[in-house]
């Protein structure tokens, strides 16, 4: 069973708008982790924010966590055609990732 | 600092029949994770290792999958004999740190189709 579930599975936006998707998880974690994935690629780490953490940036990248609610969100500002791929989160319990089934964005000029 | 590795980037093989997958992973990356991807879902892990022992293997359809790390080092993957249900991505990834958080860093992946 998949511990993260992404919403919504599939965004589609313009350049320069904003790509917002969100994550909710059932379990108590260590930290959270967001992961991109382009077409036949591996997985490229963006982000991890602690449990302890409630906001994080990174460069375009702002990534929310509120425990209470078991829910995470990530925000990619001004975006690119070069963001087009799908996103997934990892919830970290102790070295175990554990991974939505992503959500897919796609970019348009 | 180059990435981690992995071999073949594509298999086609019918059911039944064997394969095995590489992973060389960053050096000095103490733990050494496979992940199943099957299509539109999320990486599952299936075996994770540290350094040559393994740490969790509670997914790995042991009647069929098998994995080594041997020296620590360089890992494998294999299935044998496989089901269509495995067709999927299998990625390899590998951290630094043993036993705790940290990122992951993932390998290309081996597109597997089975027939």
């Known amino acids: 069973s998949q511990q993260g579930e992404e919403d919504p599975q599939a965004l589609s936006i313009q350049e320069g708008e904003n790509a917002t998707m969100n994550c909710s998880y059932k379990?108590?974690?260590?930290?959270l982790q967001w992961y991109r994935q382009n077409s036949g690629r591996g997985l490229v780490h963006l982000i991890l924010i602690r449990s302890n953490e409630r906001e994080k940036h990174s460069g375009r990248l702002r990534v929310t966590l509120d425990t209470s609610k078991k829910s995470s969100s990530l925000l990619i500002t001004a975006s690119r055609a070069a963001d087009t791929a799908s996103y997934f989160c990892?919830?970290?319990?102790?070295?175990?990732?554990?991974f939505g089934a992503g959500t897919q964005v796609v970019v348009t000029p | 600092e180059a990435g981690v590795a992995q071999s073949p980037r594509y298999k086609i093989i019918e059911k039944r029949q064997s394969v095995a997958f590489w992973c060389n992973p960053i050096?000095?990356?103490?733990?050494l994770y496979w992940y199943q991807q099957i299509l539109g879902q999320g990486p599952k892990l299936l075996i994770q290792f540290q350094n040559n022992g393994v740490v969790d293997d509670s997914q790995l359809p042991k009647d069929r999958f098998s994995a080594e790390r041997l020296k620590g080092v360089d890992s494998t993957l294999k299935i044998q004999p496989a089901k269509l249900e495995d067709s999927a991505v299998y990625l390899c990834a590998s951290t630094y740190i043993q036993g705790g958080t940290d990122t992951q860093y993932f390998g290309p992946g081996t597109r597997l189709t089975v027939l």
């Open positions: 050096s000095g990356h103490a733990t």
């Open positions: 379990t108590s974690i260590n930290n």
């Open positions: 990892a919830t970290d319990s102790w070295g175990k990732l554990q």
